[in-house]
C-alpha cells in the first residue's frame, strides 16, 4: 500500500478526528499525483510515522478520505462489520426497516450512502474511493442485509468534484417501478431509479415530523415538494387545506398517490410550477 505523506504541522484535525485531509495538506509528490483517484494508502505524518488507512485522489479538493487506523484491511468484511454497527444502531432508533441505513461518516464510511426501503437498499457512491470499492461494498450488503434488491443511484452532479461517470442502475434485482415506504406511520412512494438522490430524504424525516405538528387546521404551502413528504405528512396532520408544487411531474405524481394512499387526496392540491414564478 502505498504512502501518502503530510506537509509539517497538517496533522492536528487528523488527530483530533477528522476524516478528511485537503490537498494544500498533503505533500503531493510526482508519485503521489501519478495515483488512481480512489487508491487505498497509508496516510503519514511528515517524519513518516502512520496516521491511518483511507481512500486517497489526487484530483480532487478533498484528496483524503480516512477509513481507519494503520494496519486496517478495507475489505468484504471490514464493511461487514461496519454495516453490522450501522444496522445495529438503527434497529434501536426505527420500529420499520424504512431508514438512511449508511450516512457517510457518521458511519465511519464516508462517501457512501445506503437508504434501506424494507428488503430494497439504494446506494449512492460520492468518491472514487467508495466506487472502486463497490464490489467489497455489494458484497457485505448482501452478507448483513440479503435484499431483494440493490440500486445504484449515482446520478448527482457532485459525482463531478471526483471525476466520477454519473448513473443509475440495477446492482442487484429488478423494480418495477416506485416502491412503496414507510415512515410516520404513512405510506410514500420512492423511485430509487427514476427519482432524485436515492428516491427518498431520509435526511428531512425530523423536519416533516416537525413541521406537520404545527399545521392543524392550517393552509400549508410545500414549495419544491417532490413526492409529497412534507405535504402529505401535514395533510394526515390536520392541515385545512395543503397545496404543493413542483416542477416534476413525475415527483407529482408521486406525491398526489401517496395522498390517496394515505386518506388526504382531498385537502391536497398539486400544482407543476417553477416554484419561484409561482410565489412571483
Not at 448482501?142 to 440500486?151: F, G, L, M
Not at 443509475?168 to 416506485?178: M, N, T
Request: proline content about 5%.
Amino acid at each position: 500500500m502505498k504512502h501518502i505523506h503530510l506537509r509539517p504541522g497538517m496533522d492536528r484535525r487528523v488527530k483530533a478526528g477528522h476524516p478528511w485531509v485537503y490537498a494544500n495538506e498533503a505533500r503531493m509528490s510526482a508519485d503521489a499525483k501519478a495515483l488512481t483517484p480512489g487508491t487505498l494508502v497509508v496516510l503519514c505524518r511528515a517524519d513518516g510515522k502512520p496516521l491511518g488507512v483511507g481512500a486517497f485522489n489526487p484530483r480532487c479538493l478533498i484528496c483524503f478520505r480516512m477509513l481507519g487506523p494503520p494496519g486496517e484491511t478495507v475489505d468484504q468484511a471490514f464493511f461487514s462489520g461496519r454495516l453490522k454497527r450501522a444496522l445495529n444502531l438503527r434497529q434501536r432508533l426505527f420500529e420499520a426497516p424504512y431508514y438512511r441505513l449508511v450516512h457517510g461518516e457518521a458511519d465511519g464510511l464516508p462517501g457512501l450512502v445506503v437508504d434501506r426501503f424494507g428488503d430494497v437498499l439504494s446506494v449512492q457512491t460520492a468518491t472514487a474511493g467508495m466506487e472502486e470499492l463497490l464490489p467489497e461494498i455489494l458484497a457485505a450488503l448482501d452478507d448483513v442485509c440479503a435484499p431483494k434488491a440493490v440500486t445504484l443511484c449515482n446520478g448527482g452532479a457532485f459525482r463531478k468534484l471526483e471525476e466520477l461517470e454519473r448513473y443509475a442502475r440495477a446492482a442487484k434485482g429488478s423494480l418495477d417501478g416506485p416502491i412503496e415506504m414507510q415512515e410516520g406511520g404513512l405510506t410514500f412512494l420512492a423511485d430509487p431509479l427514476g427519482g432524485q438522490k436515492t428516491g427518498w430524504f431520509y435526511d428531512q424525516r425530523d423536519n416533516r415530523a416537525f413541521v406537520a405538528g404545527l399545521c392543524r387546521d392550517a393552509r400549508v404551502l410545500d414549495a419544491y415538494c417532490y413526492a409529497g413528504g412534507f405535504a402529505v405528512s401535514a395533510a394526515a396532520a390536520g392541515a385545512a387545506h395543503v397545496t404543493a408544487v413542483d416542477s416534476s411531474q413525475s415527483a407529482l405524481d408521486l406525491a398526489a398517490k401517496a395522498a390517496k394512499l394515505n386518506g388526504v387526496e382531498k385537502r391536497c392540491l398539486f400544482s407543476r410550477a417553477v416554484a419561484f414564478d409561482e410565489l412571483a
